[in-house]
């Protein structure tokens, strides 16, 4: 049995683990398609659009209620302005990302961010909450032509962090990304959603976690059961 390498990297989602943004992306997403004159009733008949590229989940409603007027890009963009609107307007950053983050630096790791949302979104986003100084390289799979489930944007962030796939763990919120993440061969920590916490489906990450902020208050006792935590599993 080969021993696991040693974690030199660890590589965040952004939407849904960094920032609540996960409802503002629905909303954003409904707005703009109501707006078409798209019935957004029948959301519940497309498949799991969580942690998917915007205009892929543009490319479903469309498959499903073709609308006439702009076209599929131009309401992609509309949608990540919308969002982008209600993020500015909300500042949702999620409790713990903070300490979490911290955490990795003072353990010297490379500390990356892998998002199926735009470059410059991820950019604004960090800037806003303070955070961009804390990251070694963004990658986005904006451009690519596969997003999450596909592996590619870990491996591009990776790539940049000068490190092995190998020896990165990635923390992620949703069972797109958490695929995307172990088919790179990374070690995965997952926070999902509360109302998710039960899905059979995150056993494949090393580690869970139902919230960045660790079993108890303060946050160098946070740091301590994040950092004890990851250090026992994620060897496995």
């Given at each position: 049995?080969?021993?696991?390498?040693?974690?030199?990297a660890a590589?965040?989602?952004?939407?849904?683990?960094?920032?609540?943004?996960e409802?503002?992306?629905?909303?954003?997403?409904?707005?703009?398609?109501?707006s078409?004159?798209?019935?957004?009733?029948?959301?519940?008949?497309?498949?799991?659009?969580l942690?998917?590229?915007i205009?892929?989940?543009?490319?479903?409603?469309?498959?499903?209620?073709?609308?006439s007027?702009?076209?599929?890009?131009?309401?992609?963009?509309?949608?990540?302005?919308?969002?982008?609107?209600?993020?500015?307007?909300?500042?949702?950053?999620?409790?713990?990302?903070?300490?979490?983050?911290?955490?990795c630096?003072?353990?010297?790791?490379?500390?990356?961010?892998?998002?199926?949302s735009?470059l410059?979104?991820l950019e604004?986003?960090?800037?806003m909450?303070?955070?961009?100084?804390?990251?070694?390289?963004l990658a986005s799979?904006?451009?690519?032509?596969?997003?999450?489930?596909?592996?590619?944007?870990?491996l591009?962030?990776?790539?940049k962090?000068?490190?092995?796939?190998?020896?990165?763990v990635?923390?992620?919120?949703?069972?797109?990304?958490?695929?995307?993440?172990?088919?790179?061969?990374?070690?995965?920590?997952?926070?999902?959603?509360?109302?998710?916490?039960?899905?059979?489906?995150?056993?494949?990450?090393?580690?869970?976690?139902?919230?960045?902020?660790?079993?108890?208050?303060?946050?160098?006792?946070?740091?301590?059961y994040?950092?004890?935590?990851?250090n026992?599993r994620?060897?496995?």
């Open positions: 049995m080969s021993t696991p390498r040693q974690i030199l590589i965040f989602d952004m939407d849904g683990l960094l920032i609540d943004s409802p503002l992306w629905d909303r954003a997403e409904l707005d703009v398609m109501a078409l004159g798209v019935d957004i009733t029948r959301r519940h008949e497309l498949p799991d659009t942690g998917l590229r205009d892929m989940v543009v490319d479903l409603w469309f498959a499903q209620q073709p609308w007027g702009p076209d599929r890009q131009e309401v992609t963009n509309r949608v990540i302005a919308r969002a982008i609107t209600l993020i500015e307007e909300t500042r949702p950053l999620l409790p713990g990302v903070r300490e979490a983050v911290a955490l630096k003072a353990q010297g790791l490379f500390v990356g961010l892998a998002s199926a735009p410059h979104m604004k986003v960090l800037t909450f303070e955070l961009r100084d804390s990251f070694d390289a799979a904006e451009k690519l032509p596969y997003s999450k489930p596909h592996p590619q944007v870990y591009d962030c990776a790539a962090l000068g490190v092995d796939p190998l020896t990165c990635a923390l992620e919120d949703s069972v797109n990304g958490l695929i995307a993440a172990k088919a790179a061969r990374m070690r995965a920590i997952v926070v999902p959603a509360e109302e998710n916490q039960r899905d059979p489906r995150f056993a494949l990450a090393n580690v869970k976690l139902s919230s960045l902020r660790g079993a108890d208050g303060g946050a160098s006792a946070r740091l301590r994040f950092r004890d935590k990851a026992r994620l060897a496995a």
